[in-house]
């Protein structure tokens, strides 16, 4: 029988539909057991993980999420948290926002350098340089601050490269009708340009926050003390802290992805557009 | 021009600095004795590191696990994510539920997940994933401790990391599959070509920059692979798990050589240049931009 009897593509799409169904259980049945057992009592969560009952708490208490902020400074970390991705991405919306303009739109000596060095870079991980990173960082005096964990991250050839390449597909006549008004490139770009350009950085803004929020390695090398460290190294952290109770562990992973949940549906579209524009259109 | 040069200068600047500088020092100190705090001056010693690395065991196992688990995930979060786009790509009810389903664990940090699955891997006949496989086997399946057995760290490593990173690979996919033009179904329709035949020569190559991007995007993970270990085995069970990164974090922190862990990092880094030539190459060329 071929694939294009009726038959065959009906029980395909049947089959088809069923696969999806049951892989997309498979996908959120983790998401639902974390944020049940952060609702319910220590003892419960292994004592009811083999039945329905570890997906439903009855009844529900946020005492868990008083016992994080009793046993841990979570309010400290996730302050930390939200100031070093508050510096990474403004100011990586800042800085890599004018170069992709200016490599898109101006032409000066070294522009082509510049797009060579933005496109080398493209593809050098973190993991790559951490170790001599570290050593640099430590000899400029970064160790344990909230600027060692902001200034490396600002600078982004992946964020170049988005706002390159808005900038290009962007028509030229609103800048030109600027210019002949008399303003000046960079007038030009904040007044004209970047309120057109509110895609790219939705796009940038949440790609950015998305990866810094998650950093672990940089903080964990850089970082000694609660004074400055993140979420991620602040929930395996609390993992290790006695007594081991895991209701109190899966609130702090709650709390610790809420923002980044929140966000992420607020600007789902941008994130799609952002990833696509690097994995597609490239 | 002074515009421009002001405009590029703080990205250039900050590009050369952190991530331009650190890789040219780690060529340089790969090739010197450098230990953090010693007395002793530094020296260089040639490829000295390089081959220490190539006769240690522990490194040489740490390779390898890179490359077993970019075997196992680059192909399995490809197939997965190529199969759940090419069905959220056709119109159902539900779909976008499915599609937040396979993308909600994406903005997780791995950190969060790793802590996560830690209980879900719990040991003993109560463990979350014990005692859920106990009761979908009807009782046959035998309680294993997921993350100290020697065979099954790695596959539960694995396992949490395609949960994870599954949906954005998924969602380049879907953005491929949505740039291809309906016309060419339309033709190949008209062309007499089955299902099976569409798929294999309309939608397979107009994929093709999308699935070379996701595949080396994923290998590139594969090799970045820490957080997860550091977290969850510490690289055991008898280094069952450990990773490149594993051994360059532990030897810059727990034994100070600098020296050694710069020199991972250029293998490191060497292996990630090798995998983006690799895509290069199969990169389907189209006019350069600008």
Do not use: C
Request: hydrophobic share 55%; net charge positive.
């Amino acid at each position: 029988m071929s694939l294009d009897h009726p038959l065959a593509r009906r029980l395909l799409r049947v089959g088809a539909l069923i696969a999806i169904t049951a892989s997309a259980l498979v996908w959120i049945l983790p998401v639902a057991f974390i944020l049940a057992a952060s609702l319910k009592p220590d003892a419960a969560v292994l004592a009811e993980a083999g039945g329905l009952k570890a997906f439903w708490p009855s009844p529900p208490t946020l005492e868990n999420y008083g016992d994080v902020f009793d046993r841990v400074a979570f309010g400290r970390i996730f302050l930390n948290s939200m100031i070093v991705n508050a510096g990474i991405v403004l100011g990586g919306l800042l800085v890599n926002s004018l170069a992709g303009y200016a490599l898109a739109r101006l032409r000066f000596r070294g522009r082509a350098v510049t797009i060579a060095l933005m496109l080398a870079l493209l593809i050098v991980p973190l993991e790559a340089i951490a170790v001599p990173l570290f050593y640099e960082i430590t000899f400029l005096g970064g160790r344990d601050s909230y600027w060692a964990q902001i200034v490396p991250f600002v600078a982004n050839a992946f964020s170049i490269y988005l706002f390159y390449s808005f900038f290009l597909g962007l028509p030229k006549e609103l800048e030109e009708a600027a210019r002949v008004d008399g303003a000046g490139p960079f007038r030009t770009f904040f007044q004209v340009v970047a309120p057109n350009a509110r895609p790219a950085f939705a796009s940038v803004a949440i790609i950015t926050f998305l990866l810094s929020w998650g950093l672990y390695l940089w903080p964990l090398m850089i970082t000694s003390t609660v004074d400055v460290r993140p979420l991620p190294l602040g929930v395996a952290e609390f993992r290790t802290l006695p007594p081991l109770q895991w209701g109190d562990v899966m609130a702090f992973a709650v709390m610790m992805i809420a923002p980044a949940v929140v966000l992420f549906l607020a600007l789902q579209r941008w994130f799609v557009a952002g990833v696509a524009t690097a994995g597609v259109k490239r | 021009m002074r515009a421009a040069l002001l405009m590029t200068a703080p990205a250039a600047l900050g590009l050369l600095l952190f991530v331009g500088l650190p890789l040219i020092l780690a060529a340089g100190m790969s090739l010197t004795n450098l230990r953090l705090g010693s007395p002793l001056p530094v020296e260089w010693v040639g490829l000295e590191q390089y081959r220490r690395l190539a006769g240690d065991p522990g490194f040489r196992r740490a390779l390898l696990n890179n490359v077993y688990f970019a075997a196992v995930v680059v192909p399995v979060q490809t197939a997965l994510a190529l199969g759940a786009a090419l069905v959220l790509n056709t119109r159902f009810r539900g779909r976008a539920l499915a599609r937040t389903a396979f993308f909600l664990p994406v903005v997780f940090p791995m950190s969060m997940v790793a802590v996560a699955w830690e209980l879900l891997y719990a040991p003993g006949p109560d463990g979350p994933l014990n005692a859920f496989l106990h009761s979908v086997t009807l009782g046959a399946w035998q309680a294993r401790d997921f993350l100290r057995d020697p065979l099954l760290a790695m596959p539960s490593l694995m396992a949490l990391s395609v949960w994870q990173g599954m949906g954005l690979q998924m969602v380049v996919l879907l953005a491929g599959l949505q740039t291809i033009p309906e016309a060419l179904y339309e033709s190949a329709r008209l062309d007499g070509a089955g299902a099976w035949a569409r798929f294999r020569y309309v939608t397979l190559p107009q994929l093709r920059n999308p699935l070379v991007f996701v595949v080396v995007i994923t290998g590139i993970l594969a090799f970045r692979l820490f957080d997860q270990v550091q977290i969850l085995t510490r690289g055991g069970p008898v280094n069952a798990t450990t990773t490149v990164m594993y051994e360059a974090v532990t030897a810059t922190f727990r034994r100070q050589q600098v020296g050694l862990a710069s020199a991972m990092s250029v293998i490191f880094f060497a292996g990630v240049l090798g995998l983006t030539a690799f895509g290069r190459r199969f990169f389907h060329q189209r006019p350069e931009v600008a």
